[in-house]
């Protein structure tokens, strides 16, 4: 059981910045994607990488703002968020599953595991 713990989240004004963490022990093997969901709304997929690192996809909403990377040799996965908008407030869920798709706008049907979320607040 691959257990995911996101980590980053707070309260940030708009135009600033925030970095989410993702961790988990095992999880090399595994596409990685950034999901976020807010009360009412459906989730939807952020930004995905595969397992070596090379191979990315964004939401139109977040491309040229966000990036993700990935550290394999510490089993961590990052979320830079940069220039970010209050429409970017939302909990972000850190998800993995065993193939690489394109899964930016999507409720993230081919991810595994789930982490429990982290809640990012822009607000002046």
């Known amino acids: 059981q691959l257990q995911l713990v996101e980590s980053g989240g707070g309260l940030v004004q708009p135009g600033g910045s925030l970095r989410l963490s993702c961790a988990a022990s095992?999880?090399?093997?595994?596409?990685i994607g950034w999901f976020r969901q807010a009360p009412g709304k459906e989730r939807e997929g952020v930004s995905c990488i595969n397992t070596r690192g090379d191979n990315t996809n964004y939401l139109d909403s977040v491309k040229g703002r966000f990036t993700i990377s990935r550290d394999n040799a510490n089993n961590t996965v990052y979320l830079q968020m940069n220039s970010l908008k209050p429409e970017d407030t939302d909990v972000y869920y850190c998800?993995?599953?065993?193939?690489?798709?394109?899964?930016?706008?999507?409720?993230?049907?081919?991810?595994?595991?789930w982490g429990k979320g982290t809640l990012v607040t822009v607000s002046s």
């Open positions: 095992g999880f090399t093997y595994y596409a």
């Open positions: 998800a993995a599953g065993p193939t690489y798709y394109y899964c930016s706008g999507t409720r993230g049907i081919g991810m595994n595991y």
